[in-house]
Structure formats: C-alpha cells, structure tokens
C-alpha cells in the first residue's frame, strides 16, 4: 500500500515537473531572436518562401495555439520532428520541408532513441569509474576522521574538483591517445571509444562522492551503536561492512541518483571534445540549428529521465532503511 501510494505522488509530481520543463523550454525557444525557418529553407530563399513554410507549420501561431498543440502530440507519445533533420540521415541545413514532404523530416523520438544508449553506456561507465576511484579513498578517510587518510581524501577531492573538464578532456586525448596511442579519443567505433570521456566525467564526479563517503562513514563510527557492537565482539571488518557502509549506503545512494541524473542531461562538452555520438552532442547540434523540436524532445526526455531515476534511489533507500519516510 505505501509503494502504491508513493509511487502515485512521485508519478503525479514527475508530470507536473516535465509540464513545467516543456512549457518553459516552448515559450523560451520562441521569443529568443532568430527564425529556424530561414535555416530550413536556406539564408537565400525568398521572404515570401519563408512566410509560407512558416504558416505551413503553425509557426505564426500565438504561443499558447503551438503548445497546446505540441501538448497534444506528447500525450500521444509524438515528440514531433525535427525541423531540419532528414529522415534518411543526410546532412543537415538547407532543405525546405513543408506539410506535403513531412514524411522526409526524422522523427524527434527515432532520434533520442538512437543516441540516449551511447550516453547511458557513457554515463554508467563513468559512475563505475568514480566509485572505483572514489568508494575505497572515501570510506579510508571516514574511518580515520582527522589523521592523514581524511586530509587525503580533502585534497584530492579538491584537486578534482578543480581540474575543468574540458581542459582534462583535451590533455588526456593528447596524452593517452595521440601520444601513447592506448585509447582511441575521437568519434565511436566500439566501446573503447567510451572510456576516455567516461574518465574524464569519473574525476568530475568522485570528489563528490568522496566527501560523501568520508563525512557519513565518520559520523556514523561515532555513534553509540559502533561501540555496542565492539562490546558484542564484532571484528572491525564487520563493523564496518555490516553497520558503517550500511548506514552510509543511502546519503550515497541519493548523491548517485543525482549524479547520475545530471549525467544524462549535462554530458555536452564532453561529448563535443569527443565527438561522441550521444544526447550532449544531440543537444548542441540542435541548438545550433535551432531545431526547436528536438531541443523540446531531449529536455521532455532528460526530465522525465531524472523524475524515474530519483523514484528508483528513493524506493531502494527505502529498502535500505525502512525508517525514511518520502
């Protein structure tokens, strides 16, 4: 009965959420200057051309007409098309595509669901990387709260944190690729292509989860309960593993959801460092080419993403420990 009723308030508030995101990310797109229609029909066409396509389209339309209509579409599980993208994968710009040639432009949908796995390959692989890195430097520096594993753990979250993602990117493809010729850095052709940028997004992540770690685990070996189970004649391995990461597994738990959320939707620069064929890089295009559908479609998409994402860490902190409350 409580999973019922959680999971009916999460699913009503997720709604609402991705409603506000598409509405603000709709009006946003059609008051900032610029007419994508004149990318569509190319920077020589004929005013009268480019008024034409844009009635056609309904793009003349007030504001609250075209959303209504795009809401329409989403309830239906259309996210629409793109106003530039051919759907037979031609290069882009130029083409003027009316109500007669609709079947010509991609689906917004076919082309989320083609690039949303490569950056879920890349983000998944980039948290495995950073609880590697981060998980044993963390819980290291949480049981010796003060001494020299706890500065540690500071000073080389903050040297992490410090490092801009973009510069590491750079210097690791010309280091690990052009010079040492280990990994492939540009493009995708096989999976070896993802763990580059998924170390580059590991070091963005693990200072956070260190801290993490390191203030849960500290607090929580403070506790009368730890001493408790010293008396009871556990061994320190157990202590630790049954009752310190135990109880540090869902402070954690909800940094990763988060993390793993802004992944999803904040993997842009790294994925235009390099080139690689995800939602970031989507995303860029798009707003370059000002295809407001498909810049509708990823943000409807990223939201709704992070709406689940965040329903799953709380059901699974809720089985950690049945005493939170949601």
Known sequence: MFIARFLLRRLLQGTLIVFLVSAIIFTLLRVVPGDPVRLMAGGMAPEALIEQIAEDMGLRDPIYQQFGRYVGGIVQGDLGQSFVRPANGASVGGASFDDNTRSERAQVWDLIAETAPMTLQLATLAMIFALIIAVPIGVWGGLKPGKFPDRFALYLSSVFVSLPNFWLGIVLALLVSVKLNLLPAIGYDGFAYTILPALVLAVEIAPFIIRTLTGSVANV?????????????????????????????????????????????????????????????????????????????????TAAAFVVINIVVDLCATAIDPRLEY
């Open 221 to 301: 070996m403070s506790q009368n309960f730890i001493d408790m189970a010293v008396v009871r004649g556990l061994t320190r391995s157990q202590i630790i593993f049954r009752h310190a990461l135990k109880n540090s597994a869902v402070p954690l738990l909800n940094l990763l959801g988060v993390q793993f959320s802004m992944l999803l939707g904040g993997v842009l620069v790294i994925e235009f460092i390099f080139d690689y064929p995800g939602l970031g890089l989507l995303t860029i295009n798009a707003v370059m080419q000002r295809d407001f559908p498909l810049i509708q479609g990823i943000a409807i998409v």
